[in-house]
């Protein structure tokens, strides 16, 4: 089990938007740890999607956004097009036990 | 161009150990704290280890005490040394750069670890 849960798999048409869901607790989201989001296309190594929270790095398109609030956060995906489909992760950082990195379980995202 | 590379990887029996290099270019690698990063066939990512620019070292319970990380400035490469390895560390395993802000914004292509025997 994940510390952040995501839900296993979205799906949307092209063109449409979707959010993915992250959800984690007092000691790691709610207790003001940024909130960071990784795509994965198949094969290949995670790249970063979204940093702090709502930051885009340099290259990433502004369909795609993130936020936080309390405990949760969320990536949003807007103008949905095939190459969107991957595998997407939220991290965070976690105050308790031995953790210190932890990753939400991951969710796939299918374009219809 | 930041570049992370990773090399050492294989396959291991049961209770054997594995010594991964991951070797980078393209920035300042003394500056950054590094990590490794794993994911199993199929399932999600799990953090590993953590060494911070000072040396220091970080492991979630579920490598401590068996995985040891350190890095070699001089030579701009990061190690992962696995010991007493078990069929549940079989895994491709990334090294990664942390930013301030502790994301993970550069990955290498992964290494292949198979414990079986």
């Known amino acids: 089990q994940s510390v952040l849960t995501q839900p296993p798999s979205v799906s949307g048409a092209p063109g449409q938007r979707v959010t993915i869901s992250c959800t984690g607790s007092?000691?790691?989201?709610?207790?003001?740890?940024?909130v960071h989001w990784y795509q994965q296309l198949p094969g290949t190594a995670p790249k970063l999607l979204i940093y702090g929270n709502s930051n885009r790095p340099s290259g990433v398109p502004d369909r795609f956004s993130g936020s936080k609030s309390g405990t949760s956060a969320s990536l949003a995906i807007t103008g949905l097009q095939a190459e969107d489909e991957a595998d997407y992760y939220c991290q965070s950082y976690d105050s308790s036990l031995s953790a210190s990195v932890v990753f939400g379980g991951g969710t796939k995202l299918t374009v219809l | 161009e930041v570049q992370l590379v990773e090399s050492g990887g294989g396959l291991v029996q049961p209770g054997g150990s594995l010594r991964l290099s991951c070797a980078a270019s393209?920035?300042?690698?003394?500056?950054?704290?590094m990590h490794w990063v794993r994911q199993a066939t199929g399932k999600g990512l799990e953090w590993v280890s953590a060494?911070?620019?000072?040396?220091?070292?970080y492991y979630p319970g579920s490598v401590k005490g068996r995985f040891t990380i350190s890095r070699e400035n001089a030579k701009n490469s990061l190690y992962l040394q696995m010991n007493s390895l078990r069929a549940g560390d079989t895994a491709v395993y990334y090294c990664?750069?942390?930013?301030?802000?502790?994301?993970?914004?550069?990955w290498g292509q992964g290494t292949l670890v198979t414990v079986s025997s």
């Open positions: 393209g920035f300042t690698f003394s500056s950054y704290d």
């Open positions: 990664a750069r942390t930013t301030v802000e502790r994301d993970f914004d550069y």
């Open positions: 060494i911070g620019t000072a040396g220091d070292t």
């Open positions: 007092s000691s790691n989201i709610g207790a003001g740890y940024d």
